[in-house]
């Protein structure tokens, strides 16, 4: 059996101290997941609640855009 010295004590303090500080860290990381986990369930659009706006922004765009582009084309063409 190995002798308990004073220099195992204080390496037995300091590696209790460690996993103590591990400990609170890991304590500290977990609530941040949950916080996050409770973020993204509540305060966030899901891809497919989110699909149909696409749909309707990009199709407003492109009417947009074909509407000036178009009238561009008219002014050229009318000189």
């Known amino acids: 059996m190995a002798k308990i010295t004073n220099n195992n004590t204080k390496e037995i303090n300091g590696l209790t101290t460690n996993v103590a500080v591990i400990l609170n860290k890991v304590e500290y990381i977990e609530n941040e997941v949950k916080e996050i986990k409770?973020?993204?369930?509540?305060n966030y659009v899901t891809m497919s609640e989110f699909k149909p706006i696409k749909a309707i922004v990009y199709g407003m765009v492109a009417i947009v855009l074909t509407t000036v582009f178009g009238a561009l084309i008219m002014l050229v063409v009318k000189k």
Do not use: P
């Not at 409770?38 to 509540?42: F, I, M, N, P, Q």
């Open 38 to 42: 409770d973020k993204l369930e509540s």
